[in-house]
């Protein structure tokens, strides 16, 4: 290994990178085993040790109830709201006039946003929802591109109370139809458009088209940024910058933060499961703030002078955990882009980095498999000594992509941070701290006071190297409560293969010195360029197109997105099938869900794998497809 690196604390087996004794000694976690010692010593101390970190209104009383399991509360009696601890703290110290957004735009516009500035906007744009009517409890939608106005409406939501649902500006039609009607969202809050790879993305046409097929919200308020013509029905859309310039609004640059309980809702996020219709995970004030904050702060490190960018989109629990909410209530300074990562050149993230200095930077294993085919020149380019730490989640990362990761943008000198969470574990749950030993391809171990286990069917833990399902054996203070609108689907979906045990959907390895190596879904879940999507919603999706009858999807490895959708298709009886009809399918899937649920692939079949009770079997065609064994086929109907 490299010569700067401390004689290692023990030996590990395989490829292992051990911390350099610089990244140890100024490391936030020096001794990271010490801590998880504690941690697993006394789990409720430990947690309301880190709460204490944060600001509240009024202390919590219990720091964990768990009289009515799987519904856990945490810092129960304590009233606080996110937005105390993102915002209204900092502005009242020197933190103020600290930067906490740099944003860049596709096109090269700048934004910069101080403590104070983003306050402002933040004030300022709950009034304007407030005058609405919008406050504690109510839904807002927001459905916008990777501009700080969505930061600014996340969190101006927060401060009254109301629950935000953001959904992904990637999705389209049906998929935001879907989540605006089962919210309930009086309110929704758009752009004319985001501009992505060159192109404009015309969200405002997407939201018309959208409420077309649902009883109205009230309000649509709508962010110029493209410029382009958009269609204002007179009574139900407004322009953001307007309302944000009635003189009521622009001299009320105060609002009072809601004082919440800590149990109270803060956003639903919508994601794909197992069966049906996406679900809409729910989190709350307490302690998600507290969970996202720790989580943030160990793992990467992160200092006062930090530069942090999550590539991330907010769209997703990445961007609600670790772009808008956590990095703020560490007081950080966060770079955000709105495009993409190969415009105009591959280098754009390289640029970035440079520009702005960024010193740790999270990100995905699809996008560096995505910007190493274009060769290490692109980065070789840059100086990208800034940086310190690096990160990636969303996928396995596969130990090529890795090492040219480390080597090309980290430089050898720089830890990589995997970190393996859900939607719905809302935190970091099994991941390193950079004075950890690490090996590529595993997030080594489950974080302070986190405890996780590979089990086999009959709940026994595996041997090591053996493959198991993922569990997590205690709760953890940003965890989901429950599922909105349906506590059944959550208690079954979570909490019944193994009773008292929290179910990942993961298949995973632990090996011989206790590392996690996360393998993939075990569901019907589809991790596409480690966007999470559900074989139901593409399903019906397909169906939803008047040539075809029935449809099965599946993921099927593929060497960038590390896993890519291929669709079966019958078609109706007469419908012709060729080219044409596969194009046509999916332009239907773009429009319909959106640009990443192209399938890869579309073949007509005469016929699809079911059970005699007529469910699909999807393990049949995967295993088909990849030239497997099909397993136990003593269900299949003929
Ligand atoms: C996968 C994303 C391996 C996993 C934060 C999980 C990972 C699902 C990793 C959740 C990782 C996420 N290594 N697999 N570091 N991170 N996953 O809800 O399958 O969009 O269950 O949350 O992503 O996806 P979600």
Redesign the pocket.
């Known amino acids: 290994m490299e010569e700067q690196q401390t004689s290692p604390p023990q030996t590990l087996h395989g490829e292992v990178y051990y911390p350099s004794a610089e990244t140890v000694t100024q490391a936030n976690i020096p001794d990271p085993e010490a801590v998880r010692c504690e941690a697993e010593a006394d789990l409720t101390g430990y947690w309301a040790r880190r709460a204490g970190e944060l600001e509240w209104y009024r202390k919590w009383d219990t720091v964990l109830d768990e009289s009515n399991p799987p519904f856990y509360k945490w810092f129960v009696g304590g009233k606080t709201n996110i937005v105390a601890n993102a915002l209204d703290r900092h502005v009242r110290t020197w933190r103020r006039n600290k930067l906490a957004l740099i944003w860049e735009g596709e096109k090269g516009d700048l934004k910069t946003y101080s403590y104070h500035a983003l306050n402002r906007e933040v004030c300022k744009f709950a009034n304007v929802l407030k005058s609405m009517g919008t406050g504690k409890g109510d839904r807002v939608t927001i459905y916008m591109p990777r501009i700080p106005e969505t930061v600014i409406a996340m969190l101006a939501t927060a401060k009254l109370g109301a629950i935000h649902s953001v959904v992904y500006g990637g999705f389209s039609v049906e998929a935001l139809h879907g989540r605006i009607e089962d919210s309930e969202s009086k309110v929704i809050v758009t752009a004319d458009g985001g501009y992505m790879n060159g192109k404009v993305v015309e969200l405002k046409k997407i939201v018309d088209e959208a409420l077309q097929r649902t009883a109205a919200p009230e309000n649509v308020v709508v962010v110029k940024h493209t410029g382009r013509e958009v269609n204002m029905e007179a009574g139900r859309d407004y322009w953001y910058h307007e309302l944000m310039n009635l003189p009521l609004t622009r001299n009320s640059m105060k609002c009072e933060t809601e004082v919440m309980d800590a149990e109270d809702p803060l956003f639903i996020l919508y994601?794909s499961g197992t069966t049906g219709k996406p679900k809409a995970v729910l989190h709350t004030h307490g302690g998600y703030q507290v969970g996202i904050y720790a989580t943030l702060k160990d793992v990467f490190d992160l200092k006062e002078e930090d530069r942090w960018w999550c590539t991330a989109d907010p769209g997703?629990?990445?961007g609600h955990s670790y772009i808008v909410y956590a990095p703020l209530i560490a007081g950080a300074t966060s770079v955000m882009y709105e495009g993409a990562p190969t415009y105009p050149f591959p280098d754009r993230w390289w640029t970035i980095i440079e520009k702005y200095g960024v010193s740790v930077f999270y990100s995905t294993p699809t996008a560096i498999r995505g910007l190493m085919r274009f060769g290490a020149s692109w980065p070789n380019r840059h100086d990208l000594s800034s940086l310190r730490i690096l990160g990636?989640?969303?996928?396995?990362?596969n130990p090529e992509a890795w090492r040219w990761f480390h080597k090309n943008i980290g430089k050898e000198r720089c830890p990589i941070m995997?970190?393996?969470?859900?939607?719905?574990t809302g935190m970091f749950m099994?991941a390193p701290t950079p004075a950890m030993p690490l090996k590529p391809g595993s997030?080594t171990k489950p974080y302070f006071g986190v405890q996780a286990d590979v089990l086999d069917e009959h709940g026994n833990s595996v041997k090591p190297g053996e493959e198991g399902f993922l569990v997590l054996k205690r709760p953890w203070p940003a965890m989901l409560r429950t599922i909105y609108k349906d506590p059944d689907r959550y208690m079954k979906t979570y909490w019944s293969k193994y009773p008292g045990l929290y179910l990942?959907?993961?298949s995973a390895r632990k090996d011989e010195d206790g590392y996690f190596w996360?393998i993939?879904?075990v569901d019907d879940?589809i991790?596409v360029s480690?966007?999470?999507l559900g074989t139901a919603e593409l399903e019906s999706a397909l169906v939803s197109h008047p040539a075809i009858a029935e449809a099965a999807v599946i993921g099927l490895p593929h060497e960038i997105k590390g896993v890519a959708i291929h669709a079966y298709v019958i078609t109706k009886a007469g419908v012709e099938t060729g080219e044409t009809l596969v194009e046509e399918l999916k332009r239907h899937m773009a429009h319909e869900v959106g640009p990443i649920a192209k399938p890869e692939k579309i073949e007509f079949v005469s016929s699809l794998p079911k059970t005699r009770s007529g469910k699909i079997m999807r393990r049949v065609l995967k295993a088909r497809a990849l030239g497997m064994a099909e397993g136990d086929l003593s269900t299949l109907e003929d």
């Open positions: 994601t997703w629990i990445t990636s989640v969303g996928e396995p990362i995997d970190t393996w969470w859900q939607t719905e099994i997030g990942a959907g993961d996360v993939g879904r879940v991790k480690g966007y999470r």
